[in-house]
């Protein structure tokens, strides 16, 4: 019997279910321990202030290595990209949908509208139907270039900016039913979620556009179990229920990360994926008010390169990327 450490939780509870139902797939009885995270408990300080990494995960590190459970389940993205020592990874199971999307508030009132809700969502999904001209946008003073959006994700925040210099960024923390909770009793715009969080637990609302423009955390959308090391049963059961693929291109946008030395409060994203017989790896850096960005997007032959986000990094540190990171690195 594998017992399964979890968060508390409903979309922790659910992506611990998922591993559940992989392993008794393969004939491996598991049960679920719900254990609470510092994370959880304090729901007002920004990630990035709590000064920390790991704040999710530390709690289920310690059950691990306390032999309470015998694997912990994750939102790859929480997982700091060095794991402690004793802990490995044991499976990574297929990637949901990777994307961040924006979540309308149904109470939204704009007073004095230039233009129609529906123009308003095509400019900020990007798409080409918008009859909104970005340039006039950014000149207008209404209060309709003014939004206000929610979320405490760096990274979001400077993507958002970059995008839209005029709104105004509010934070917003707590799991995604508090977040959505939040949402609806604010006067904010939208509130930025991954889309994965909500789609698995069943609560993405209808009003919601996928921001296609935006790139990802590093492992968004990406489940991973961790174990002991040497645990050969547990980590010979997980092997069963890994996604090869996934695997590699998290583990690519990860080493992106950890060689351009990105922790929780760098605005770095990453997103590698398989195109035909090549992975393609976009990446950027952006500095945390928006008004700088720099990019990275490659095609990577595997049996050149097994090191694809180690060549991306250095790709962008040359393109630029060192001076906004240093920059960072000095404000703090
Ligand atoms: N940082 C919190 C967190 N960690 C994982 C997810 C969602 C699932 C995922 O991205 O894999 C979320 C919620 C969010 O970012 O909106």
Redesign the pocket.
């Known amino acids: 019997m594998i017992r399964i450490g979890t968060r508390e939780s409903q979309?922790a509870l659910w992506q611990a279910t998922q591993v559940k139902n992989l392993l008794e797939n393969f004939g491996v009885p598991a049960s679920l321990t719900p254990i609470r995270s510092d994370g959880d408990v304090d729901l007002v300080t920004p990630l990035y202030a709590m000064g920390v990494q790991g704040v999710f995960t530390r709690a289920l590190d310690i059950a691990l290595l306390n032999n309470q459970i015998d694997i912990a389940v994750h939102?790859?993205?929480?997982v700091p990209v060095q794991l402690p020592e004793g802990i490995v990874e044991a499976a990574v199971l297929e990637r949901a949908s990777y994307k961040d999307i924006l979540v309308l508030n149904e109470n939204w009132k704009a007073s004095g509208a230039d233009y129609s809700l529906e123009d308003l969502k095509h400019l900020i999904a990007g798409d080409e139907k918008s009859e909104i001209s970005s340039d006039s946008y950014r000149d207008q003073k209404s209060e309709i270039s003014n939004l206000i959006i929610a979320t405490s994700s760096v990274r979001r925040k400077a993507q958002w900016l970059n995008r839209f210099p005029n709104h105004t960024i509010e934070n917003i923390r707590g799991n995604?039913n508090t977040r959505l909770r939040k949402l609806s009793e604010s006067n904010w715009f939208g509130a930025i979620?991954?889309a994965?969080?909500l789609e698995r637990i069943g609560l993405r609302p209808a009003n919601s556009i996928d921001l296609d423009w935006m790139l990802p955390a590093p492992a968004?959308?990406?489940i991973m179990v961790t174990a002991r090391k040497g645990d050969g049963s547990v980590l010979r059961a997980c092997n069963r229920i890994n996604h090869l693929q996934t695997a590699f291109c998290v583990k690519t946008e990860r080493e992106f990360l950890s060689e351009l030395m990105g922790g929780c409060s760098t605005p770095i994203s990453a997103l590698a994926a398989f195109e035909n017989d090549q992975l393609r790896f976009r990446g950027s850096v952006v500095s945390p008010d928006g008004t700088e960005k720099i990019e990275v997007n490659e095609w990577y032959r595997l049996d050149e390169t097994r090191t694809p986000g180690t060549q991306a990094a250095q790709s962008i540190l040359e393109k630029g990327a060192k001076a906004v990171l240093s920059k960072m690195n000095d404000g703090r």
Do not use: E, H, P
């Open positions: 979309l939102s790859m993205k929480d995604v979620f991954a994965a969080g968004q959308g990406a």
